[in-house]
């Protein structure tokens, strides 16, 4: 697709200076013909994050848009799909809006330090996507087999899995930090965040409400504890398919459905938005990457409206 921009850059967020003061100098070979002398020691920049944006020319009178990736990801997320499609940032900066794509602490080109966090990273594999996507079933995974109407392009599925990054478990209060470090620098914003995104969204939101324009939440892997705080912020959720499969997506799906309702009573205004009952049936957890990603973009935009 193709549209005009009138700015497009990058910046960092958050973060802190970190000093190590142990380890001893020794000659490391960086290249096949050039060494130096590498001394571990020193101050570090850390635990920012990496924030992409995309101005257009034609840019609308909404807020900017903010796109949160989920857990064991990044920003590419919201970039072309994994079978050449054009993903979200492409729709979004085609309709006008301004849009940032974070790349969360630790995540993507924010980058990582070892021995800084508690605990050890870890990496998710091609079955564990698979299955806890909603893609197919666990028998259909060697032959790529998805479930019946499935979106997801399939034949791309080892493209996707390049997409899958290492994770720390404890940093979720630093990306609660970052993002709320880039809405102090836009002002409101629509927020769309996926999986993990909702939690850390929904903690930002407890501290900077007021700069939270819109929530658009992609199967969010959090509970609503203060509609209240909630109920000012137009807010949709969306559902994929397949939830069937298992209790944790079941429990997941009333947590949703009692979000909106709880959100309603509170005087908010609050959208569930479900494939097979308000747009085609077959979507996964990445919807964003499936077959008829624009649809389901298109639906959020316009029940946020």
């Not at 301004?98 to 602490?105: G, I, K, L, S």
Request: charged letters at 20%; a negative charge.
């Amino acid at each position: 697709m193709t549209y005009s921009l009138s700015d497009f850059g990058s910046y960092t967020v958050a973060g802190r200076v970190h000093e190590v003061t142990v380890g001893e100098p020794r000659n490391i070979r960086f290249t096949r013909s050039a060494s130096y002398t590498y001394d571990p020691k020193g101050h570090f920049a850390i635990e920012h994050a990496y924030v992409q944006y995309f101005v257009p020319a034609n840019r609308n009178s909404s807020p900017p848009v903010v796109l949160v990736h989920g857990g064991g990801m990044h920003g590419s997320t919201w970039e072309t799909t994994p079978d050449g499609r054009p993903g979200w940032v492409n729709h979004l900066v085609g309709l006008g809006y301004e849009t940032h794509v974070v790349d969360n602490v630790e995540r993507g080109r924010s980058g990582f330090a070892t021995g800084i966090w508690e605990g050890d990273p870890i990496c998710r594999s091609q079955q564990e996507a698979w299955t806890l996507f909603r893609i197919g079933p666990s028998g259909g995974f060697s032959t790529r087999t998805p479930f019946e109407n499935g979106q997801f392009p399939v034949k791309s599925f080892d493209a996707f899995s390049r997409m899958l990054v290492p994770r720390w478990l404890t940093t979720t209060p630093l990306h609660v930090a970052a993002l709320v470090a880039v809405l102090k620098r836009l002002g409101p914003a629509i927020i769309i965040c996926h999986s993990q995104g909702g939690e850390i969204a929904l903690d930002a939101m407890a501290e900077v409400p007021d700069l939270f324009a819109g929530f658009i939440g992609i199967e969010p892997s959090t509970r609503l504890s203060d509609p209240e705080l909630v109920a000012p912020v137009p807010t949709v959720l969306f559902a994929g398919d397949f939830l069937d499969i298992d209790h944790r997506w079941q429990e997941r799906q009333q947590h949703w459905s009692d979000w909106v309702v709880t959100n309603r009573k509170h005087g908010g205004r609050a959208t569930l938005i479900r494939s097979g009952h308000d747009l085609r049936s077959g979507h996964t957890h990445m919807p964003m990457l499936d077959h008829g990603s624009e649809d389901c973009l298109s639906a959020c935009l316009q029940a946020l409206a």
